[in-house]
């Protein structure tokens, strides 16, 4: 449904007090669209029309919060009120929201969530972060496999609110080993006596409670499942991950990824909530690490500057070298980290990955080499020789490029690196001191210098 209420009629009824009016218009809306509204009011207003939300509305409408809005929520509460939010958030949106606060919160949210909730949390909190034991909620329909059907629809009638989802049931023994899954529309189209072991899926695909959370994106993906189980190293169910929670993880990583690639060190606040000192030493170690390993770049230029002063019109075409050796090498690197994301790469591909890039490095550099040959004689006026040092240096360059795009990722994946620290700015840094010193060394055997 298309949201009705925009800010200006929300902070209208507000104004003239029509909180009935309001309450209703609030209920009838989506949450996360109410959470979004919401998010555009000052203080004062956000918790006057918070607490005008119905309770079983609020926490839902809580869920969808960013962060700072949550924190100023909490704090702002009555013990009541904070105890009402807690113990109907899931329990992997309760365990979220503690990470993210201070402790001085974190304290107030513990002190009014009820004995469940709490279990729940220290359950969810105990995994390491980032794994699917940790972005889990404990949440779902469990099902005996000696139930029938019609006392397995009572059982999610009695149980189901209180869920995440009750698409997918889980059978389990005894020992809460999981045996198999049963969807409810099967449960819905199956005669009502049938037992659910009869009737139950058995070749289930389940999740490790140490899985990262990325290879669990990525089995979703290659499944195309809506919820998947989450299992101990004895096959017990201890928790299930739906496919809301994989679209906030997806969006985690490929920003963490762009970041890196960036050379900067992710951060896990929105741009606009992030203060210029955050930004500042988000960029500063990346900044200071490349200006240090660019000083070879400098070295290389004065250990031959005898030779580029004797034929100063090499010094023009540099700039060129470098900037298409940095291009080269970020094109095959952004290639290959997205290839080795998608687990569409494998370190046991290098040699057909190698091979790929130096067939298109080959093809890449004869073509721009060809090009530039005719532009240095036509338009540059340099001499054949000095055309054939650019043009060679070209060719070169961009095979180092690639080859150093294609490795260095593979290669810290291979070493337990995430591969997309070996993005553009690292390569280009290296692929910089690489290209000079082939075009230099090109230089002093074809010029004589």
């Known amino acids: 449904m298309d949201q009705v209420l925009t800010v200006e009629e929300l902070l209208e009824l507000l104004d003239t007090k029509q909180y009935t009016k309001l309450r209703q218009l609030l209920a009838e809306e989506n949450s996360a669209d109410v959470a979004a509204v919401m998010e555009e009011l000052e203080e004062e207003k956000l918790l006057r029309v918070f607490r005008i939300l119905p309770k079983d509305l609020a926490a839902d409408v809580f869920s969808y919060m960013e962060s700072d809005t949550q924190q100023t929520i909490i704090t702002a509460l009555s013990d009541r009120e904070t105890a009402n939010i807690i113990n109907n958030l899931m329990a992997d949106d309760a365990t979220d929201l503690l990470e993210e606060m201070p402790a001085n919160v974190v304290t107030k949210i513990l002190e009014n969530a009820s004995a469940e909730t709490r279990r729940d949390i220290n359950h969810l909190l105990r995994y390491p972060e980032d794994s699917a034991g940790s972005i889990m909620t404990v949440e779902y329909v469990d099902l005996k496999e000696n ?62 409670t140490l899985m990262d959370q990325e290879e669990v994106a990525a089995q979703f993906k290659k499944y195309d499942f809506t919820t998947m189980p989450v299992v101990d190293n004895e096959n017990r169910l201890v928790g299930i991950i739906t496919v809301d929670d994989i679209v906030d993880i997806m969006e985690e990583e490929t920003t963490e990824d762009m970041e890196k690639m960036a050379a900067i060190v992710p951060s896990d606040k929105p741009y606009m909530r992030t203060t210029v000192w955050e930004t500042f030493r988000k960029r500063i170690p990346w900044l200071l690490l490349l200006m240090v390993s660019a000083t070879f770049t400098g070295a290389i230029l004065t250990s031959f500057e005898d030779a580029l002063s004797a034929c100063a019109v090499l010094i023009a075409f540099i700039p060129m070298l470098m900037d298409t050796g940095g291009n080269a090498g970020g094109q095959a690197s952004v290639t290959v980290i997205r290839g080795l994301s998608l687990g569409e790469i494998e370190y046991r591909d290098v040699p057909r ?46 095979l180092l490029a690639m080859l150093v795009g294609c490795i260095l990722p593979i290669g810290a994946k291979r070493l337990g690196f995430d591969p997309a620290v070996m993005a553009s700015p690292f390569i280009t840094t290296i692929v910089d001191a690489l290209s000079l010193l082939v075009y230099c060394a090109v230089a002093s055997v074809l010029l004589g210098l």
């Open 147 to 208: 139930l029938t059907v019609e006392g397995a629809i009572a059982h999610i009638r009695a149980v189901g609110l209180d869920s995440e989802t009750i698409n997918v049931c889980y059978v389990l023994d005894a020992q809460r080993r999981l045996l198999g899954t049963v969807a409810l529309r099967y449960l819905l189209l199956s005669d009502p006596g049938e037992r659910i072991g009869d009737i139950m899926h058995e070749n289930v695909i389940a999740l490790g």
């Open 353 to 398: 990955v190698v091979f790929k890039e130096v067939r298109v490095a080959l093809l890449c550099g004869l073509c721009l080499a060809a090009a530039n040959f005719c532009k240095l004689l036509l338009f540059d006026r340099v001499g054949v020789m000095v055309a054939l040092v650019v043009c060679i240096t070209l060719v070169t360059a961009v």
